[in-house]
């Protein structure tokens, strides 16, 4: 019996039919290295060491990081896995050749940018998401939930609906249901300042009623523009 805060986005993905989709939609090949990110209790990272060379799992709950240090020696997997028991947006992701995952919703949007806009080069990430924010990532324009975020990934990757998980498949049950998308990188992006781009989709999505011609018509908005592309 263990003890799962939903506040930190702890809920763990039972049932094992999805389990198993998930890994097979992921296309693991045996000489793979997978990043594995808030694995819980280990429902996935165990199938996803049946198929693959290593696995790399960053999870900050000790709790949890003695439960999968546990069931992989039991499993006999105890070398193939690597546990890193630190934050996964603060510690610097090791080398990998996909991602694999069941993300807290808390921090979707600030972990997939980093993702795709990290230094680490994958070939794709199977990600298992919060409905709505699948959604939003899947989004194109003229769609009503076209949205900054939806923009800044698709310049640097492709997005991929898989499926949707109903919210009774975790424990503890969420309030919402969940989606499995694929992110891939793209082989060749724009030849763009990233930075750059960033702050002006961040001008551009500021100010929802406002058109962008209205919005760059205003001097401080475009000095401010012209701050934002100097930041990180």
Not at 126 to 146: H, I, M, W
Request: charged share 30%; proline share 4%.
């Amino acid at each position: 019996y263990i003890f799962f805060h939903k506040s930190k986005g702890q809920h763990i993905l039972t049932n094992q039919r999805v389990l198993d989709s998930i890994v097979r939609k992921s296309s693991i090949n045996p000489d793979d290295t997978v990043l594995e990110i808030g694995p819980g209790t280990g429902n996935l990272t165990l199938k996803l060491l049946e198929v693959s060379k290593k696995v790399h799992a960053i999870e900050i709950d000790e709790r949890m990081v003695e439960i999968l240090n546990r069931r992989a020696a039991d499993s006999g997997f105890h070398d193939r896995l690597n546990v890193i028991s630190k934050d996964a947006l603060k510690t610097e992701f090791p080398q990998f050749d996909l991602v694999v995952a069941n993300i807290p919703y808390g921090i979707s949007s600030p972990l997939v940018a980093k993702l795709v806009y990290g230094t680490k080069s994958f070939r794709s990430a199977t990600l298992l998401l919060q409905k709505e924010f699948a959604r939003r990532l899947l989004a194109s324009p003229g769609d009503s939930e076209f949205n900054r975020l939806a923009v800044n990934v698709k310049l640097v990757a492709d997005v991929e609906f898989v499926m949707d998980v109903s919210k009774r498949d975790f424990l503890p049950c969420p309030k919402v249901d969940s989606s499995v998308v694929i992110i891939r990188p793209k082989a060749e992006i724009p030849d763009v300042n990233l930075d750059e781009w960033r702050a002006f989709t961040r001008t551009c999505f500021s100010k929802k009623n406002k058109t962008l011609g209205a919005t760059f018509k205003q001097k401080k908005k475009v000095i401010e523009l012209l701050r934002l592309s100097k930041q990180k």
